[in-house]
């Protein structure tokens, strides 16, 4: 799937605040390495509708594990397996036996104690490993986990890993220690490179199992299909504390939805849950929605955040009409494209705005490989369009009571009327501040 720096931005995948990022809210993992892999598993949508299949089947195995997944791996052991090859240590005995093995702890005592700590965390690396080895092995897929398993064993079957597995780590004499620690450090680098390697992205896959369940996550359908396709009931923007559910179905022959409503009514909530769902669902994850249905996209479009650039002297409605000229110029090459836009044309006087909009739409309309959602506040608009069949309306209600604005978040058939920006201003305490000047 194809999607830009500017999409990427405006659906929040990544965000310079990250708090307010969709990979803050999946981030469940417990290493560095796991945190790292899951920000590239996020950033990079899958070529294939089998290869979103598979990873499907990863996250879902996983997700039936979670409460047998051991607590080591952490974090802590990671780092102090890494920093054992950084670090310089006096050199063990070649054949550690009792007595030079007191010898080296004796007259070495710090290193022995590195030694020693490394060692133990080694133990309960490898026993966490060996554990994580059964949980993903009992599986009949042949897909991921199955491979990751597969190398975890190559490297736990080994004499002297076997023999820590089941090795109580307090109980060691001075000569194993110095074994086990001459075996990590001078045999076994590779091996424990690759299975760190190993279990970040196993804990990438398992945060995001993890983000499934806390939010409610469910598998969407892919349909083979040469046509744009998209149908989800109960979808919702997860990121929200109280999220509303919607639902819509966008065909090649209603392939264009005209989205009206005021001001803080939900046009753009709406609009960033859908871009976001069928992001995720490209990443082969769950998707906060119900039940979902959509062909394998091309690409995703938005055109919902739009700035001005004072350095190259560019306007914002240039801005915005770069943008939808870039826009038309990608999706006009047969491939099946999700394009989402809010609030067309805010940059330019309402007559300029009227004019454009309704040029942009009834273009727009007629291509077939692509699916649209597009907000404004020109609702003026609606009627002419009502002539296009392949075109539905939608808007969300705002009501009115006692001066206070009662937003219901509900997704309606139709065009919105509603006026409400001097009852903001008045309601925000604007008009009495200026009427008090």
């Known amino acids: 799937m194809q999607i830009d720096k500017i999409t990427l931005s405006d659906l929040s995948i990544f965000h310079p605040e990250e708090d307010q990022s969709v990979f803050f809210h999946l981030n469940f993992t417990q290493t560095n390495g796991g945190r ?25 195995h996983l997700g039936a594990v979670i409460n047998q997944w051991p607590v080591s791996p952490t974090n802590g052991t990671m780092m102090v397996l ?12 070649n054949i550690p036996e009792v007595f030079n093995s007191f010898l080296y702890r004796f007259f070495h005592q710090a290193d022995f104690s590195l030694t020693l700590f490394t060692v133990q965390h080694a133990i309960d690396f490898v026993k966490g490993m060996y554990t994580i080895e059964g949980l993903i092995s009992n599986t009949e897929t042949k897909g991921q986990l199955s491979s990751i398993a597969t190398r975890i064993h190559h490297y736990l ?40 390697e190993l279990y970040s992205k196993l804990d990438a896959y ?44 966008l065909s090649q022959k209603e392939n264009f939805l005209f989205l009206t409503g005021a001001n803080m009514a939900g046009k753009s909530t709406f609009i960033k849950a859908v871009g976001i769902a069928i992001y995720l669902a490209h990443l082969g994850m769950g998707v906060p929605s119900s039940s979902m249905q959509l062909s394998f996209f091309d690409g995703i479009i938005s055109n919902i955040q739009v700035t001005d650039n004072i350095a190259k002297g560019e306007s914002f409605f240039f801005n915005e009409v770069q943008r939808i000229k870039n826009t038309i110029e990608r999706i006009n090459d047969g491939k099946k494209w999700m394009i989402l836009i809010d609030e067309l044309f805010k940059g330019t006087n309402q007559q300029d705005a009227v004019k454009c909009s309704t040029t942009v739409i009834e273009g727009l309309r007629k291509m077939q490989n692509g699916l649209f959602i597009l907000s404004t506040h020109l609702y003026e608009i609606g009627a002419p369009l009502q002539q296009y069949s392949n075109i539905q309306f939608r808007y969300f209600e705002t009501a009115v009571q006692d001066d206070q604005l009662l937003f219901s978040y509900q997704l309606k058939k139709g065009v919105s009327n509603d006026r409400l920006g001097y009852l903001i201003l008045k309601r925000e305490g604007v008009v009495s501040l200026l009427e008090n000047l």
């Open 36 to 60: 790292e892999y899951l920000r590239y598993l996020l950033g990079n949508t899958l070529p294939s509708i089998e290869s979103i299949q598979t990873t499907q089947q990863t996250i879902q």
């Open 82 to 93: 890494e920093k054992f090859y950084e670090s310089p240590v006096d050199s063990y005995p």
């Open 157 to 196: 079957d080994n004499a002297i890993i076997q023999e820590m597995i089941v090795q109580d780590k307090h109980s060691m004499s001075n000569a194993k220690v110095l074994i086990y620690a001459n075996f990590i450090r001078f045999r076994f680098k590779k091996g424990i490179t690759e299975l760190i």
């Open 206 to 249: 398992l945060s995001l199992a993890k983000a499934g369940k806390k939010y409610g996550f469910q598998f969407p359908t892919f349909i083979e299909s040469k046509e744009p396709y998209f149908e989800t009931e109960g979808l919702y923007h997860f990121m929200l504390s109280k999220p509303i559910d919607y639902s819509i179905g």
